[in-house]
């Protein structure tokens, strides 16, 4: 639901056509064979509210965390940053990617959006070298931050529960791995990267001791 004072309901021939208020069959849910549930029960249809509320930095740069310094940044060059190890890890890694700065991905220039597609690659292979890691899977939502970024999951080996888009489920019921064996994946991660370029960061635990 939408917070912004004088919202109203979204009106196009799409929304016009939608159950709002209906609890819909979860059965396609279920019978995906890369569905990870037996059984699922979804809330009812939310009325679809605009304007949107603003996007995390939309209205006050001060308020997005990805412009910040942050203690979880593993890694960064003079245009990208990867940053990781946030409360828990269920997955052998979670990772986000973003640019040190402020764009959207509408604004991006095509400079800074070429640089993209080789990091992705060389993220790609820092994950997989994390032991156990069969895949590394990329996602984009940019709901919760308008300041564009970017999602790395890394697939356990022989997970086949875990394909597609089913994963991200998972790294929130997984058993939360230990810290020394967060701190030795992000290592991995960040030493990986920095091995063709740009700087990895140590490691800080929860507890504020570095690891690097």
């Not at 593993?74 to 973003?98: N, S, Y």
């Not at 993220?123 to 069969?134: D, E, F, R, T, Y």
């Not at 994946?185 to 740009?198: F, I, K, Q, Y």
């Amino acid at each position: 639901m939408s917070d912004v004072s004088g919202a109203r309901p979204a009106d196009s021939p799409y929304h016009r056509r939608l159950p709002i208020g209906e609890r819909l069959p979860a059965d396609p849910l279920v019978d995906d064979p890369l569905s990870s549930f037996e059984a699922a029960t979804l809330r009812p249809l939310e009325p679809m509210l605009v304007p949107e509320a603003p996007r995390a930095g939309a209205v006050d740069r001060a308020e997005c965390g990805l412009c910040r310094p942050s203690e979880h940044t593993i890694w960064h060059d003079a245009h990208w940053q990867v940053r990781a190890g946030w409360d828990r890890m269920g997955l052998p890694f979670v990772g986000g990617i973003a640019p040190r700065r402020h764009v959207r991905l509408e604004d991006a220039e095509p400079e800074l959006l070429a640089g993209l597609g080789p990091l992705l690659q060389r993220l790609s292979a820092a994950v997989k070298s994390i032991p156990g890691v069969a895949r590394c899977h990329f996602s984009r939502w940019g709901d919760g931050a308008e300041h564009f970024h970017l999602w790395a999951l890394a697939r356990p080996a022989g997970m086949m529960q875990g394909r597609g888009p089913m994963l991200a489920f998972w790294d929130d019921v997984l058993p939360a791995m230990p810290k020394e064996m967060v701190h030795d994946h992000l290592r991995v991660v960040a030493e990986s990267l920095a091995a063709r370029g740009g700087h990895a960061f140590p490691v800080v635990d929860q507890a504020g001791h570095s690891g690097g």
